[in-house]
């Protein structure tokens, strides 16, 4: 059986939507991040990166969100539209675009408004405008179409949503106004039935829910290895 391991933090989240909604069987595995479970040996012999999720599906490992939602759509041939070439460079266009870009920066919006040790208004700054940039886009693109391609629920949709539905805690509880198509189809989704089972996942489990000292030392490695190792990067 396919072995899921995940926590609650949008990445995972989406990775079990597409396996609620497909009907695969899996075996989830819960990584607590805020204990340092990640940088386990065993962990790291999966996932070299330390990070949430992957998979394990028989003899094929598969890391990375994205990579994930793709190896799953195309062994399945589920929620992968089909068509033209230029269909399959959209899909993966917008597969790249939520990997390469409104991931990490919403990632990072999230570390400075919640969590940075220091204050630091341009760094905050920075963050949340390029979340809002590439929330924006979506948006934008989503004011002419149901759906991000070919007009079918898709992946890159399950991508979206991800992120998507963290929007008020990335950018504030106002957030949502600035967004309309993008609540339009983060509420289609999350109306599914597969989704609040995805959602209901990380309830199943006990993870550490206080970011403490110990928290913020497996999850900010950065503040024990202090400036120096970045200069030496």
Same mark, same amino acid.
Do not use: C
């Given at each position: ?53 992957? !998979? *394990? &599906?028989? @003899? =094929? ?16 041939? #589920? ?75 898709? !992946? *890159? &949709?399950? @991508? =979206? ?16 106004? #600035? ?55």
């Amino acid at each position: 059986m396919l072995k899921f391991y995940f926590n609650g933090s949008p990445n995972p989240t989406k990775v079990a939507l597409f396996l609620e909604e497909a009907g695969i069987p899996y075996q989830p595995v819960p990584v607590d991040t805020r204990k340092g479970e990640q940088f386990s040996s065993a962990y790291l012999a999966i996932n070299p990166n330390g990070k949430v999720p992957a !998979i *394990v &599906d028989g @003899d =094929v490992t598969v890391f990375d969100s994205n990579a994930i939602l793709l190896y799953l759509a195309e062994i399945t041939g #589920k929620f992968l539209p089909v068509g033209s070439p230029a269909t399959r460079g959209e899909l993966l266009s917008w597969l790249m675009f939520v990997a390469t870009g409104v991931g990490p920066f919403s990632g990072q919006a999230v570390h400075f408004r919640h969590h940075a040790t220091e204050k630091l208004a341009y760094a905050h700054n920075r963050y949340q405008f390029e979340a809002q940039r590439h929330f924006g886009i979506l948006d934008a693109h989503l004011a002419k179409r149901r759906y991000m391609v070919a007009g079918a629920y898709s !992946i *890159v &949709d399950m @991508d =979206v949503w991800g992120w998507a539905r963290m929007l008020p805690f990335i950018l504030g509880d106002s957030a949502w106004e #600035k967004f309309p198509n993008l609540k339009r189809l983060h509420d289609e989704i999350g109306a599914r039935p597969a989704a609040a089972r995805a959602i209901a996942l990380k309830d199943k489990h006990t993870f550490k829910a206080e970011m403490d000292d110990e928290a913020r030392s497996h999850m900010f490695k950065h503040l024990a290895a202090g400036a120096g190792a970045a200069r030496e990067l």
